[in-house]
Protein backbone atom coordinates (compact mmCIF):
# COMPACT_ATOMS: atom_id res chain seq x y z
CA UNK A 1 0.00 0.00 0.00
CA UNK A 2 1.07 3.50 -0.35
CA UNK A 3 0.92 5.53 3.15
CA UNK A 4 1.52 9.20 3.45
CA UNK A 5 2.74 9.29 7.46
CA UNK A 6 2.43 12.36 9.08
CA UNK A 7 4.43 13.38 12.33
CA UNK A 8 5.14 16.16 14.40
CA UNK A 9 8.41 15.10 15.59
CA UNK A 10 11.52 14.00 12.88
CA UNK A 11 11.26 10.24 14.15
CA UNK A 12 15.16 10.03 14.36
CA UNK A 13 17.39 9.61 16.97
CA UNK A 14 15.84 7.63 18.70
CA UNK A 15 16.00 9.74 22.19
CA UNK A 16 12.51 10.54 23.47
CA UNK A 17 9.00 8.13 23.63
CA UNK A 18 7.25 9.82 20.63
CA UNK A 19 10.35 9.42 18.33
CA UNK A 20 10.68 5.95 19.57
CA UNK A 21 6.82 4.97 18.45
CA UNK A 22 7.09 6.55 14.83
CA UNK A 23 10.28 5.45 14.50
CA UNK A 24 9.75 1.88 15.20
CA UNK A 25 6.31 2.03 13.67
CA UNK A 26 7.38 3.56 10.25
CA UNK A 27 10.54 0.88 10.10
CA UNK A 28 7.77 -2.06 10.60
CA UNK A 29 5.32 -0.37 7.82
CA UNK A 30 8.19 -0.03 5.38
CA UNK A 31 9.09 -3.77 5.54
CA UNK A 32 5.46 -4.13 3.60
CA UNK A 33 4.66 -0.48 2.54
CA UNK A 34 5.54 2.69 0.41
CA UNK A 35 5.74 5.01 2.71
CA UNK A 36 6.09 8.39 2.16
CA UNK A 37 7.17 10.74 5.79
CA UNK A 38 6.28 14.36 5.86
CA UNK A 39 7.45 15.38 8.97
CA UNK A 40 8.15 18.64 11.04
CA UNK A 41 11.62 19.65 11.84
CA UNK A 42 13.37 21.96 14.51
CA UNK A 43 16.60 23.42 14.11
CA UNK A 44 18.15 21.00 16.08
CA UNK A 45 17.51 18.46 13.38
CA UNK A 46 20.23 16.98 11.50
CA UNK A 47 20.36 16.52 7.63
CA UNK A 48 21.86 13.03 8.48
CA UNK A 49 19.18 12.15 10.52
CA UNK A 50 16.32 12.81 7.42
CA UNK A 51 18.54 10.90 4.95
CA UNK A 52 18.81 7.88 8.08
CA UNK A 53 15.06 7.38 7.82
CA UNK A 54 15.42 8.47 3.74
CA UNK A 55 17.28 4.82 3.92
CA UNK A 56 13.57 2.43 4.58
CA UNK A 57 11.18 5.54 3.50
CA UNK A 58 10.18 5.79 -0.20
CA UNK A 59 10.32 9.62 0.34
CA UNK A 60 11.05 12.02 3.20
CA UNK A 61 9.52 16.05 3.47
CA UNK A 62 10.05 18.23 5.88
CA UNK A 63 8.36 21.16 7.07
CA UNK A 64 10.21 23.93 9.88
CA UNK A 65 8.75 24.25 12.65
CA UNK A 66 9.75 27.42 14.85
CA UNK A 67 9.14 27.67 18.94
CA UNK A 68 9.08 30.93 20.74
CA UNK A 69 7.27 32.67 23.48
CA UNK A 70 6.18 35.32 21.03
CA UNK A 71 4.29 32.87 18.68
CA UNK A 72 2.91 31.12 21.89
CA UNK A 73 1.75 34.29 23.34
CA UNK A 74 0.16 34.98 19.35
CA UNK A 75 -1.60 31.17 19.59
CA UNK A 76 -2.94 31.45 23.48
CA UNK A 77 -4.18 34.18 22.22
CA UNK A 78 -6.20 32.98 19.24
CA UNK A 79 -7.02 29.81 21.64
CA UNK A 80 -9.01 32.30 24.27
CA UNK A 81 -10.99 33.89 20.58
CA UNK A 82 -11.42 30.77 19.07
CA UNK A 83 -12.24 28.23 21.66
CA UNK A 84 -9.68 26.08 20.25
CA UNK A 85 -7.25 23.72 22.53
CA UNK A 86 -4.04 26.06 22.57
CA UNK A 87 -1.59 22.30 22.47
CA UNK A 88 -3.36 21.98 19.36
CA UNK A 89 -3.63 25.93 17.31
CA UNK A 90 -0.27 26.03 17.63
CA UNK A 91 0.70 23.23 15.69
CA UNK A 92 -1.40 25.35 12.43
CA UNK A 93 1.46 25.71 10.52
CA UNK A 94 0.22 26.99 6.84
CA UNK A 95 3.42 25.24 5.16
CA UNK A 96 2.81 22.05 6.41
CA UNK A 97 -0.89 22.23 4.52
CA UNK A 98 0.58 23.62 1.55
CA UNK A 99 3.22 20.49 1.31
CA UNK A 100 0.09 17.83 1.94
CA UNK A 101 -1.94 19.32 -0.78
CA UNK A 102 1.29 19.15 -3.14
CA UNK A 103 1.65 15.43 -2.28
CA UNK A 104 -2.08 14.37 -2.38
CA UNK A 105 -2.11 15.89 -5.82
CA UNK A 106 0.88 14.24 -7.19
CA UNK A 107 0.46 10.89 -5.52
CA UNK A 108 -2.42 8.79 -4.95
CA UNK A 109 -2.07 7.24 -1.18
CA UNK A 110 -4.23 4.63 -0.19
CA UNK A 111 -3.79 5.41 4.03
CA UNK A 112 -3.49 8.40 5.92
CA UNK A 113 -1.50 7.66 8.81
CA UNK A 114 -1.44 10.80 11.68
CA UNK A 115 0.99 9.98 14.23
CA UNK A 116 -0.29 11.85 17.56
CA UNK A 117 -3.61 14.20 17.82
CA UNK A 118 -1.55 16.97 16.67
CA UNK A 119 -1.13 15.94 12.97
CA UNK A 120 -4.84 14.76 13.03
CA UNK A 121 -6.24 18.36 11.80
CA UNK A 122 -3.58 17.46 8.60
CA UNK A 123 -4.47 14.01 8.05
CA UNK A 124 -8.08 15.21 7.77
CA UNK A 125 -7.19 18.43 5.40
CA UNK A 126 -5.76 15.54 3.27
CA UNK A 127 -8.46 13.59 2.82
CA UNK A 128 -10.79 16.54 2.16
CA UNK A 129 -7.97 16.59 -0.95
CA UNK A 130 -7.78 12.56 -1.42
CA UNK A 131 -11.45 11.31 -0.13
CA UNK A 132 -10.13 7.89 -1.22
CA UNK A 133 -8.08 7.45 1.10
CA UNK A 134 -8.43 5.97 4.45
CA UNK A 135 -7.82 7.44 7.62
CA UNK A 136 -5.58 5.92 10.51
CA UNK A 137 -4.32 7.57 13.60
CA UNK A 138 -2.17 6.41 16.41
CA UNK A 139 -3.29 7.88 19.86
CA UNK A 140 0.31 7.76 21.61
CA UNK A 141 -1.80 9.30 24.67
CA UNK A 142 -5.03 10.36 26.14
CA UNK A 143 -4.48 13.97 25.47
CA UNK A 144 -6.63 16.04 27.77
CA UNK A 145 -5.64 14.01 30.75
CA UNK A 146 -2.04 15.51 30.44
CA UNK A 147 -3.59 19.20 31.41
CA UNK A 148 -6.05 17.86 33.94
CA UNK A 149 -3.26 16.21 36.08
CA UNK A 150 -1.11 19.16 35.41
CA UNK A 151 -3.37 21.32 36.91
CA UNK A 152 -4.59 18.72 39.34
CA UNK A 153 -0.78 18.92 40.73
CA UNK A 154 0.23 22.42 40.79
CA UNK A 155 -0.18 25.24 43.19
CA UNK A 156 -0.36 28.30 41.17
CA UNK A 157 -3.81 29.44 40.54
CA UNK A 158 -3.02 30.87 37.62
CA UNK A 159 -1.43 27.70 35.67
CA UNK A 160 -4.14 25.71 37.17
CA UNK A 161 -6.82 27.79 35.36
CA UNK A 162 -5.16 27.92 32.29
CA UNK A 163 -4.92 23.83 32.70
CA UNK A 164 -7.93 23.16 33.61
CA UNK A 165 -9.34 25.08 30.50
CA UNK A 166 -6.96 23.20 28.17
CA UNK A 167 -8.47 20.04 29.35
CA UNK A 168 -12.24 21.20 29.08
CA UNK A 169 -11.31 22.22 25.63
CA UNK A 170 -9.52 18.68 24.82
CA UNK A 171 -12.43 17.01 26.25
CA UNK A 172 -14.49 18.01 23.61
CA UNK A 173 -11.86 17.95 20.95
CA UNK A 174 -10.19 14.63 21.33
CA UNK A 175 -13.05 12.48 20.73
CA UNK A 176 -14.70 14.08 17.79
CA UNK A 177 -11.33 14.52 16.26
CA UNK A 178 -10.92 10.60 17.07
CA UNK A 179 -14.35 9.88 15.26
CA UNK A 180 -13.47 11.32 12.39
CA UNK A 181 -10.47 8.35 11.16
CA UNK A 182 -11.16 4.89 9.84
CA UNK A 183 -9.05 3.39 12.80
CA UNK A 184 -7.96 4.85 15.93
CA UNK A 185 -4.72 2.56 17.70
CA UNK A 186 -4.29 3.26 21.50
CA UNK A 187 -0.63 3.03 23.17
CA UNK A 188 -2.77 1.92 26.17
CA UNK A 189 -6.24 0.08 27.08
CA UNK A 190 -6.19 3.02 29.73
CA UNK A 191 -6.26 6.10 27.16
CA UNK A 192 -8.19 4.22 25.00
CA UNK A 193 -11.46 3.78 28.08
CA UNK A 194 -10.54 7.46 29.01
CA UNK A 195 -11.55 9.32 25.67
CA UNK A 196 -14.05 6.32 25.24
CA UNK A 197 -15.98 7.62 28.83
CA UNK A 198 -16.17 11.30 27.07
CA UNK A 199 -19.18 12.53 25.73
CA UNK A 200 -19.33 11.37 22.05
CA UNK A 201 -19.87 13.13 19.15
CA UNK A 202 -23.17 12.52 17.85
CA UNK A 203 -23.66 10.87 13.88
CA UNK A 204 -23.59 7.47 11.72
CA UNK A 205 -20.10 7.18 11.41
CA UNK A 206 -18.03 4.63 13.64
CA UNK A 207 -14.35 3.79 14.25
CA UNK A 208 -12.53 0.94 14.83
CA UNK A 209 -9.91 0.89 17.74
CA UNK A 210 -7.39 -1.54 18.19
CA UNK A 211 -4.60 -1.23 21.39
CA UNK A 212 -0.59 -1.52 20.11
CA UNK A 213 1.79 -0.31 23.17
CA UNK A 214 5.00 1.40 22.49
CA UNK A 215 7.80 -1.10 21.94
CA UNK A 216 11.54 -0.75 22.03
CA UNK A 217 14.07 -2.86 20.19
CA UNK A 218 16.07 -4.48 23.04
CA UNK A 219 18.53 -6.47 21.24
CA UNK A 220 20.21 -3.02 20.48
CA UNK A 221 20.01 -1.48 24.19
CA UNK A 222 22.10 -4.21 26.08
CA UNK A 223 22.24 -4.67 30.06
CA UNK A 224 25.05 -2.44 31.38
CA UNK A 225 27.37 -3.63 34.13
CA UNK A 226 26.75 -1.58 36.99
CA UNK A 227 29.19 -0.25 39.48
CA UNK A 228 28.87 -2.13 42.69
CA UNK A 229 28.15 0.28 45.72
CA UNK A 230 27.11 2.92 44.16
CA UNK A 231 24.42 5.58 45.44
CA UNK A 232 23.48 7.36 42.04
CA UNK A 233 19.77 8.13 41.73
CA UNK A 234 19.30 8.84 37.87
CA UNK A 235 16.38 10.09 36.14
CA UNK A 236 16.38 10.67 32.37
CA UNK A 237 14.14 12.56 29.98
CA UNK A 238 13.29 15.39 27.99
CA UNK A 239 12.37 18.13 30.86
CA UNK A 240 10.52 20.64 28.01
CA UNK A 241 7.59 18.13 28.82
CA UNK A 242 5.76 19.32 31.74
CA UNK A 243 4.61 16.16 33.22
CA UNK A 244 8.58 15.52 33.31
CA UNK A 245 9.46 18.48 34.34
CA UNK A 246 6.65 18.37 37.10
CA UNK A 247 7.63 15.52 38.46
CA UNK A 248 11.61 15.68 38.66
CA UNK A 249 10.85 19.18 41.10
CA UNK A 250 8.58 16.95 43.39
CA UNK A 251 11.30 14.40 43.57
CA UNK A 252 13.97 17.10 44.60
CA UNK A 253 11.92 19.76 46.95
CA UNK A 254 10.56 16.59 48.63
CA UNK A 255 11.41 12.74 48.17
CA UNK A 256 15.62 13.70 48.01
CA UNK A 257 16.15 14.98 51.00
CA UNK A 258 14.59 12.49 52.80
CA UNK A 259 17.30 9.70 51.01
CA UNK A 260 19.62 11.86 52.00
CA UNK A 261 18.69 12.11 55.61
CA UNK A 262 19.58 8.45 56.01
CA UNK A 263 21.96 7.92 52.83
CA UNK A 264 24.04 11.26 53.07
CA UNK A 265 26.20 9.67 49.81
CA UNK A 266 23.06 9.68 48.04
CA UNK A 267 24.29 11.28 44.47
CA UNK A 268 19.94 12.57 42.22
CA UNK A 269 21.73 12.87 38.35
CA UNK A 270 18.87 14.26 36.20
CA UNK A 271 19.92 14.24 32.35
CA UNK A 272 17.55 16.19 29.97
CA UNK A 273 17.42 19.05 28.13
CA UNK A 274 16.07 22.15 29.11
CA UNK A 275 16.21 21.81 33.09
CA UNK A 276 13.52 23.67 34.98
CA UNK A 277 14.28 26.25 37.66
CA UNK A 278 13.55 23.89 41.43
CA UNK A 279 16.49 21.47 41.05
CA UNK A 280 19.13 23.04 43.03
CA UNK A 281 20.58 21.30 46.27
CA UNK A 282 23.31 19.53 48.04
CA UNK A 283 23.51 16.43 45.81
CA UNK A 284 21.81 16.81 42.86
CA UNK A 285 23.60 16.76 39.63
CA UNK A 286 21.88 18.09 36.47
CA UNK A 287 23.57 17.08 33.47
CA UNK A 288 21.35 18.80 30.45
CA UNK A 289 21.09 16.85 27.19
CA UNK A 290 23.33 14.14 27.11
CA UNK A 291 24.22 12.30 23.71
CA UNK A 292 25.54 8.71 25.34
CA UNK A 293 24.18 8.39 28.95
CA UNK A 294 26.19 5.33 29.74
CA UNK A 295 28.56 6.89 31.87
CA UNK A 296 25.55 7.75 34.26
CA UNK A 297 24.06 4.39 34.00
CA UNK A 298 26.94 1.98 34.68
CA UNK A 299 26.66 4.29 38.19
CA UNK A 300 23.10 4.10 38.76
CA UNK A 301 21.70 2.13 41.34
CA UNK A 302 18.04 3.31 40.80
CA UNK A 303 16.44 4.39 38.48
CA UNK A 304 13.71 6.82 39.06
CA UNK A 305 9.88 7.82 36.90
CA UNK A 306 7.76 10.10 39.45
CA UNK A 307 5.72 11.37 37.29
CA UNK A 308 2.11 12.37 38.51
CA UNK A 309 0.55 13.94 35.04
CA UNK A 310 0.98 12.42 31.21
CA UNK A 311 -0.73 9.71 29.33
CA UNK A 312 0.18 7.15 27.25
CA UNK A 313 3.62 5.19 27.89
CA UNK A 314 6.70 6.45 29.59
CA UNK A 315 9.29 4.66 27.64
CA UNK A 316 12.12 5.83 29.94
CA UNK A 317 10.58 2.64 31.68
CA UNK A 318 11.29 0.58 29.11
CA UNK A 319 14.17 1.68 28.16
CA UNK A 320 15.89 1.09 31.95
CA UNK A 321 14.69 -2.32 31.62
CA UNK A 322 16.28 -3.18 28.50
CA UNK A 323 19.31 -1.30 30.59
CA UNK A 324 18.43 -3.79 33.74
CA UNK A 325 18.49 -1.27 36.17
CA UNK A 326 16.30 -1.60 38.87
CA UNK A 327 13.56 1.06 39.05
CA UNK A 328 11.15 3.13 40.91
CA UNK A 329 7.65 5.11 39.35
CA UNK A 330 4.67 6.32 41.07
CA UNK A 331 1.48 4.43 39.54
CA UNK A 332 0.82 7.22 37.35
CA UNK A 333 4.03 6.97 35.57
CA UNK A 334 3.96 3.37 35.07
CA UNK A 335 0.56 3.40 33.87
CA UNK A 336 -0.36 1.40 30.88
CA UNK A 337 2.63 -1.01 31.53
CA UNK A 338 2.36 -4.40 32.34
CA UNK A 339 4.72 -3.92 35.69
CA UNK A 340 4.38 -6.63 38.50
CA UNK A 341 5.17 -4.53 41.98
CA UNK A 342 8.05 -6.01 43.90
CA UNK A 343 9.02 -8.21 40.95
CA UNK A 344 10.00 -5.75 38.39
CA UNK A 345 8.98 -2.74 39.67
CA UNK A 346 8.61 -0.59 43.03
CA UNK A 347 5.44 1.30 43.16
CA UNK A 348 4.97 4.36 45.03
CA UNK A 349 2.94 7.45 45.57
CA UNK A 350 3.68 9.64 48.37
CA UNK A 351 7.37 11.50 48.75
CA UNK A 352 7.28 9.21 52.49
CA UNK A 353 6.77 5.92 50.53
CA UNK A 354 9.17 6.94 47.32
CA UNK A 355 11.68 7.44 49.51
CA UNK A 356 11.63 4.54 51.30
CA UNK A 357 11.83 2.48 48.05
CA UNK A 358 14.54 3.79 46.65
CA UNK A 359 16.43 3.25 50.11
CA UNK A 360 15.17 -0.05 49.80
CA UNK A 361 17.19 -0.67 46.32
CA UNK A 362 20.13 0.96 47.42
CA UNK A 363 20.72 -0.91 50.68
CA UNK A 364 19.67 -4.39 49.06
CA UNK A 365 21.95 -5.19 46.10
CA UNK A 366 20.20 -8.62 45.69
CA UNK A 367 16.86 -6.88 45.46
CA UNK A 368 18.14 -4.12 42.58
CA UNK A 369 19.88 -7.06 40.44
CA UNK A 370 15.96 -9.15 40.67
CA UNK A 371 14.11 -6.34 39.78
CA UNK A 372 16.82 -5.15 36.64
CA UNK A 373 16.87 -9.27 35.72
CA UNK A 374 12.96 -9.14 35.64
CA UNK A 375 12.80 -5.83 34.29
CA UNK A 376 14.67 -6.83 31.37
CA UNK A 377 12.85 -9.87 30.58
CA UNK A 378 9.33 -8.19 30.35
CA UNK A 379 10.88 -5.80 27.70
CA UNK A 380 12.41 -9.28 25.90
CA UNK A 381 8.32 -10.69 26.10
CA UNK A 382 6.18 -8.09 26.05
CA UNK A 383 7.79 -4.83 24.08
CA UNK A 384 10.48 -5.99 21.33
CA UNK A 385 9.08 -4.03 17.96
CA UNK A 386 10.01 -7.02 15.78
CA UNK A 387 7.65 -9.10 17.70
CA UNK A 388 4.42 -7.27 18.60
CA UNK A 389 4.48 -4.56 15.62
CA UNK A 390 3.00 -7.67 13.49
CA UNK A 391 -0.38 -5.93 15.04
CA UNK A 392 -0.02 -3.69 12.82
CA UNK A 393 -0.60 -5.98 9.92
CA UNK A 394 -4.03 -6.87 11.43
CA UNK A 395 -4.74 -2.53 11.36
CA UNK A 396 -4.04 -2.06 7.77
CA UNK A 397 -5.25 -5.75 6.39
CA UNK A 398 -8.60 -4.84 7.94
CA UNK A 399 -8.82 -0.93 6.58
CA UNK A 400 -7.92 -2.94 2.51
CA UNK A 401 -10.99 -5.50 3.59
CA UNK A 402 -13.25 -2.05 3.83
CA UNK A 403 -11.98 -0.65 0.80
CA UNK A 404 -12.73 -3.87 -0.90
CA UNK A 405 -15.75 -4.31 0.65
CA UNK A 406 -15.09 -7.68 2.45
CA UNK A 407 -15.82 -6.59 6.12
CA UNK A 408 -19.04 -5.16 7.30
CA UNK A 409 -19.99 -2.40 9.62
CA UNK A 410 -17.23 -1.48 12.70
CA UNK A 411 -17.81 -1.75 16.38
CA UNK A 412 -17.33 1.62 17.65
CA UNK A 413 -14.67 2.51 19.57
CA UNK A 414 -14.04 -1.60 20.05
CA UNK A 415 -10.84 -3.12 21.15
CA UNK A 416 -9.40 -5.60 19.31
Sequence with gaps: ????????????????????????VLRHLTQK??????????????????????KFCQAVHTVPMQRTRLRDLKFLTQSLLTQQPFLIIRDQIPAMNV??????????????????????????????ASPQSKLILDQHNAVYLIPRRLAEADSNPIKQR?????????????????????HVVWVTAEDHQAVAALPQPTGNRQTDSTVIPICVNPTEARPVARVANSCRIT????????????????????????????????????????PPAGLEGEGIEV??????????????????????????????ILDAWSWGLPLVS???GAEGIETEADKNILIADT????????????????????????????????????????????????????????????????SN
Design 1 to 24: MRILFLSQVLPFPVDAGPKMRSYY
Design 33 to 54: HQVTLLTFVRETDKPEDTAHLA
Design 99 to 128: KIQQLVQSEQFDVIHADQLWMAQYALAAKM
Design 162 to 182: FLAREARLLTAYEPEVCHRFD
Design 235 to 274: FLGGLHWPPNAQGIVWFAKHVFPQIREQIPQAVLTIIGKN
Design 287 to 316: TGYVVDPTPYLIETATFIVPLHAGGGMRVK
Design 330 to 332: TTI
Design 351 to 414: AEAFAQAVIRILRNPTLAQQLGQHGRQTVLDKYDWQVSYSAWDEVYNKLMMVENGEHQGHAEFS
